[in-house]
């Protein structure tokens, strides 16, 4: 069913095929799978009275099943109590990038960008304007990366090549556009420059791009502005594995048990009737209980419904493609009713033990291959543009300083398990096992210090 659906949604052949492929998965993504259906579903017979097929009707329900999976993983892997934090051996290193991250609101940028990944990829856009560090997302739909043949892991340039129409490019201000014609649009970014170009017709096969001087940018920073992560590992070439292919085709058949279920249920509301000949009139027949009709001796006359049989048996179809679709792409399959231990922060990571692996797996691609890389990005132009903050000036950072990421708890402790950690940490400080800054490092999460020297420093003004 699926392949079916996706023969009728348009690919471009000047398109690469990743290109098509992704532009299919963001649609089951956005719910818009269905809409080159040419049917609604409740349309049984076309304009000539032939019936349609269910294939290529358009579900009257549809379970954002796909959607569910992936907002609730990156809830778990980048909501407010579940971003990480920047660590490294300078204290004031640390709190710099964090202040930078802050004020760049790169909480909600990653958000976004694991979102938009789902499909298999996406890129984050590095810029400095003004003194200023600015991120932003974009698809990699269109997007087309070139790595270093000395150094596969190190971006060379950047592609991004689509077609616009000219009523678009001239609401942008580009002159010489017919409105009525379809245009390419370029730009490049590698290790030195923003290189845009002017549209040109996609129709004329002599037109070449030509350098958009006006809009072009040089940025000198020696390094690709963009990070592109790959969402999961497996894939296809540059992109990623999508974290919710493996349940489309089970999304799709609960759209349309479901749809054919609600139909069900309105026939039932509205039965069709059936009479059996010879009949005693030949005027129009209005169906309802005031309205009795008459047979002969040997006619019969019935309403044709549907049993609730049929629409249980459905529902409990569903559930059991649920519960199917939901483990191979390991998500949340919990229920409180099934669970016999008390509701601790365990408890709940053993509840969603599928979610927390695809999150797991997450952290890796968007978080070591995503914040740390951009983290880096922040280090080197300190280098070469004087960066602001609040309006203050930071002072340059050091690249040798190694960075990493201190991840927090999948689930919030409970306050008996709060007890029994601070008890286990005290004795360990006490036995002279744990020093004070890695125990307030440990517990730094779950009591929300995010300055963990100036805590110690309190720490030690309470001691004197």
């Keep these: 069913m699926f392949e079916t659906i996706c023969s009728t949604i348009p690919s471009d052949s000047s398109l690469p095929e990743r290109a098509n492929r992704l532009e299919v998965y963001k649609r089951v993504l956005d719910g818009t799978l269905y809409d080159n259906l040419p049917y609604q579903f409740h349309e049984e017979r076309n304009g000539t009275g032939e019936y349609v097929p269910l294939k290529l009707r358009r579900p009257s329900v549809r379970y954002a099943l796909c959607r569910v999976v992936v907002e609730d993983s990156v809830a778990l892997l980048f909501s407010a109590g579940h971003f990480p934090t920047l660590d490294c051996t300078d204290p004031q290193m640390s709190r710099a990038l964090q202040e930078v991250m802050s004020e760049a609101r790169l909480n909600e940028v990653m958000v976004d960008a694991a979102l938009r990944g789902s499909v298999g990829s996406v890129a984050v856009l590095f810029r400095v304007l003004r003194g200023r560090v600015f991120f932003s997302v974009l698809e990699s739909q269109y997007l087309t990366p070139v790595w270093r043949a000395d150094a596969p892991d190190t971006l060379e340039r950047v592609v991004e090549r689509y077609k ?34 002017l549209p040109w017709a996609v129709n004329d096969p002599f037109a070449r791009p030509v350098r958009d001087a006006a809009r072009s ?6 390094f690709v502005p963009l990070v592109w992560i790959k969402n999961l590992p497996g894939g296809e070439g540059v992109d990623g594995a999508c974290t919710f292919r493996a349940a489309i085709d089970t999304n799709i058949e609960i759209d349309y048990q479901l749809s054919q279920a609600g139909r069900g249920l309105k026939y039932s509301s509205d039965p069709t009737l059936l009479i059996k000949e010879p ?33 249980e048996a459905v529902i409990s179809y569903v559930r059991t493609l649920r ?15 099934r669970l016999t231990a008390a509701q601790s922060g365990r408890a709940l990571e053993m509840m969603n033990q599928g979610l927390i692996w695809l999150a797991d797996n997450l952290r890796i691609s968007y978080g070591v291959g995503g914040i740390l890389l951009l983290a880096d990005m922040v280090v080197k132009a300190s280098r070469l543009f004087p960066l602001t903050v609040r309006g203050e000036r930071i002072v340059p950072l050091d690249p040798a300083q190694r960075l990493t990421l201190r991840w927090p708890r999948w689930y919030p402790l409970s306050a008996d398990d709060r007890l029994k950690e601070a008890q286990a940490v005290a004795t360990l400080v006490n036995a002279g096992q744990l020093s004070t800054a890695t125990a307030v490092k440990n517990l730094a999460a779950t009591h929300g210090i995010s300055d963990i020297e100036a805590e110690l420093d309190a720490i030690d003004q309470d001691a004197s």
């Design 164 to 197: 616009v129409g000219g009523a678009d490019l001239a609401a942008q201000g580009y002159d010489d556009i017919d409105i009525g014609t379809v245009y390419w649009f370029q730009r490049v970014w590698d290790a030195q420059e923003e290189i845009w170009y």
């Design 217 to 222: 940018v040089r940025h000198d920073l020696g």
């Design 279 to 311: 009949a005693t009139s030949d005027a129009e027949i209005v169906k309802g209980a005031g309205n009795a009709l008459v047979v002969s001796e040997k006619g019969d006359a019935k309403l044709l419904e549907i049993g609730g049989t049929a629409c």
């Design 323 to 337: 519960e199917l679709a939901l483990e191979s792409v390991h998500g949340n399959r919990s229920s409180a009713d």
